[in-house]
């Protein structure tokens, strides 16, 4: 089959926890498929994917990274993408554009606290995915236990269809139950095919009869099958989980160890199987002249791409787009629809990681780099001149930790601010300002890694000497009680025809009826760790009669909006509030729109400085993987960092840790734990949303 067939294509991410194995299955696929030669390791810095000298440095995989390869007559568009939390935004990008993922789990670990994220944001983005148990040749490595963490923790319903073949490090294959066929692999990767080894045919019987008994009570055809039949063909099978994957009704388990080379081709065998090609996804949904419209995956449609990533370097910009309709020669003009600015394509390029191949076109399904587009940045939407369509881009995380960056050199702030800019462009994540009072150039971002690799990576493609004060968090402040009837009057009259605006304002902290976008579920975090969130902020009017008209209470939300950039503890955003227009007047010549945005952005901030105000700090929660003696002490530590303790279990020799951490308290502790624990311990964070510091109030009292 021609690979180029749209229900030839297969779109797909490998997501994961950090050190879950995703860069090592990805390198494993490049060579089973034979687009590489040479088996690379993470290790030893000679993978495919993580090719940033950074990435190699350190081990992990910052950057997402794009590599095609063909399978079965199935060309593969693969997307290896980062598991620490710091870069949790690169996933949400790759998750825009992806048809379908495979969720890569330890063996040992099972479902762990960003594999879990990266899951739910998959959930919302509606991407269907199959599951890799890997590292199955570890110690304490268990399928059932893992397969078990996916029912409770992900709430998933998981099709087991393998059952391994030995145990740790006697794991030497795995039971194909659908077929009943054995696949064997030898310890250099020779792969074999043959009948069920006799100790394992009667648990492989009866593995197989639950999964027939758990698809059949999921779909009707597998139902009626198995009620004529009393069993479910292979061929049936094949359908049924394709069904059933496509839907998130069921998640199809496959297992193995990348590193040993063990389960990479039915791994395969499954993602081109179950998993949908671009035809099967829904149409892509965009605004054109403001009405909504959708486009199918066709290569006659008219043409439209969205960028979700750029590499912005010294020799040039190579931009990253998924084609969801048309066709796109080298050479075409695009348009991009949300400036309303044309670009042309000078190049086309199939990616591999940071080696191109060059085509003359791409279609409906390819994701593609294009070199040429000079102002296209992350999100924005390429389509035909004649034909505009304007796509959602991937929602952005605002930065929660910042630091104050200069250059050592007087003569090399030019260079910086360059540099800093090329930073933005590639990773929207990332957020620079000059601070008004100190001056300070200011980087922001999602951790202090994120940071650390920002600035890393400025030294090493500038040549930069650069000066990094110490990082802070983003607070936010919010209403602990509130006030009533707080009246304002606003009167200017300086020549000509003047300002008059009468306003009553109610301001009460807002505890309900919003929401609170937390990572953290099930309870886990205290319902003070709820008060206040991302947009905290209700408007509502109460005012009868006409005494303030319909556009002037709309004026006065404006300049309460307005009010909240600011609040009166530390002049941090406001969240977590709601301000009720009780009352008003207003003057027959005077009164305007204008003048009642002023009234109301006075009001409010007359009102929040007599409110008891609470400052709000970002917290995270902290999973903390230690050896049993040292538990002790990483307790005490995480207690003198205002750790809240959520959770301790015990694994083998080892204890897991989880807290919810202050942010700003998380700094430097890397470095603490190392000591602690003699190098032994880990620890991984994901953002949990805000919480009151306490003694911090605007009444001088102390928070409860």
Same mark, same amino acid.
């Given at each position: 089959?021609?690979?180029? !067939? ?7 991410? +490998? ?13 494993? +696929? ?83 606290? !960003? ?172 605004? !054109?002249?403001?009405?909504? !419209? ?74 593609? =780099? ?15 001149? %004649? ?5 959602? $881009? ?9 630091? =104050? ?65 110490? $990082? ?11 006030? %009533? ?15 008059? =605006? ?6 009460? $902290? ?62 941090? $955003? ?23 945005? =002023? ?98 109030? %605007?009444?001088?009292?102390? %928070?409860?």
């Amino acid at each position: 089959m021609r690979t180029d !067939q749209l229900n030839n294509v297969r779109n797909l991410g +490998i997501l994961a926890h950090v050190d879950a194995g995703k860069t090592t299955v990805t390198e494993r +696929i490049l060579y089973v498929t034979g687009t590489t030669h040479k088996r690379g390791e993470v290790h030893d810095g000679t993978t495919v994917t993580d090719f940033d000298p950074q990435e190699r440095d350190r081990g992990i995989t910052i950057f997402a990274a794009a590599v095609s390869c063909v399978w079965d007559g199935h060309r593969i568009n693969l997307l290896d993408t980062p598991g620490h939390v710091d870069f949790s935004d690169e996933v949400e990008r790759s998750l825009r554009v992806l048809d379908g993922a495979i969720a890569v789990f330890d063996g040992v670990a099972g479902v762990e606290p !960003q594999s879990e994220a990266v899951w739910r944001r998959a959930d919302r983005h509606g991407v269907p995915r199959i599951a890799f148990v890997n590292k199955l040749d570890r110690a304490g490595a268990d399928l059932d236990t893992a397969v078990e963490s996916i029912r409770t923790r992900l709430h998933g319903t998981p099709l087991v269809v393998q059952l391994p073949i030995g145990r740790e490090d006697t794991f030497t294959g795995v039971v194909d139950l659908p077929r009943m066929r054995a696949l064997l692999w030898t310890d250099d990767g020779v792969f074999t095919e043959g009948p069920v080894p006799d100790p394992l045919l009667e648990e492989a019987l009866r593995r197989r009869r639950l999964l027939e008994e758990t698809v059949a009570e999921l779909h009707p055809v597998a139902l009626e099958e198995f009620c004529a039949e009393s069993a479910i063909s292979a061929r049936t099978f094949a359908t049924v989980l394709r069904d059933l994957t496509r839907t998130g009704e069921g998640v199809v388990v496959v297992c193995g160890s990348a590193y040993r080379d063990r389960g990479i081709e039915p791994l395969l065998d499954a993602a081109v199987s179950y998993l949908p090609s671009p035809l099967d996804v829904p149409a892509v949904r965009g605004v !054109q002249d403001g009405s909504p !419209q959708e486009r199918a995956a066709d290569p006659a449609a008219p043409f439209s791409a969205l960028v979700f990533k750029v590499n912005a370097t010294a020799t040039g910009r190579l931009t990253y787009v998924r084609v969801y309709s048309g066709t796109v020669r080298k050479g075409d003009t695009v348009l991009d629809a949300g400036t309303g600015r044309t670009e042309r394509i000078g190049r086309i390029l199939r990616v591999r990681a940071d080696r191109h191949t060059e085509v003359d076109r791409a279609v409906a399904g390819d994701i593609v =780099a294009v070199v040429g587009l000079k102002t296209s940045r992350t999100g924005t939407t390429l389509c035909a001149p %004649s034909a505009p369509l304007l796509l959602e $881009p991937p929602a952005a995380t605002d930065p929660v930790v910042s630091v =104050a960056v200069e250059a050592r050199g007087g003569g090399d702030a030019d260079r910086l601010a360059t540099a800093l800019a090329r930073l933005v462009e590639e990773d929207p994540s990332l957020a620079v300002r000059t601070d008004a009072e100190t001056g300070q150039t200011v980087l922001s971002g999602m951790g202090e890694l994120h940071l650390e690799v920002a600035v890393e990576k400025i030294r090493r493609a500038n040549g930069l000497e650069v000066r990094v004060g110490r $990082p802070q968090v983003a607070h936010r402040e919010t209403v602990a009680s509130g006030v %009533s009837g707080l009246l304002y009057r606003h009167v200017k009259q300086d020549g000509g025809a003047g300002q008059f =605006a009468h306003v009553v304002l109610d301001v009460d $902290p807002l505890e309900a009826g919003f929401e609170f976008r937390s990572s953290v579920t099930g309870g886990r975090v205290p319902q003070e760790y709820v008060q206040a969130v991302e947009a905290g902020f209700e408007f509502r009017s109460t005012v009868t009669g006409g005494r303030v008209p319909r556009e002037y209470v709309r004026a006065v939300e404006a300049g309460c909006r307005d009010a909240l950039a600011e609040g009166p503890l530390g002049g941090h $955003p406001v969240t977590g509030l709601r301000v009720t227009l009780t009352d008003g007047a207003t003057h027959p010549k005077d009164s305007s729109e204008l003048a009642f945005r =002023a009234a109301g952005r006075f009001a409010l901030r007359e009102a929040l400085r007599a409110c008891r105000m609470v400052l709000l700090e970002p917290v995270v929660e902290v999973t903390v993987v230690v050896p049993g003696d040292t538990a002790g002490g990483v307790l005490g530590d995480l207690a003198a960092r205002r750790g809240r303790i959520l959770d301790t279990s015990a694994r083998t020799d080892t204890v897991v840790i989880t807290a919810t951490v202050p942010l700003a308290e998380v700094f430097g502790y890397a470095t603490r734990l190392r000591g602690r624990t003699r190098g032994r311990g880990i620890f991984t964070t994901r953002a949990a949303g805000y919480a009151p510091v306490p003694g911090v109030t %605007s009444a001088g009292e102390p %928070s409860r």
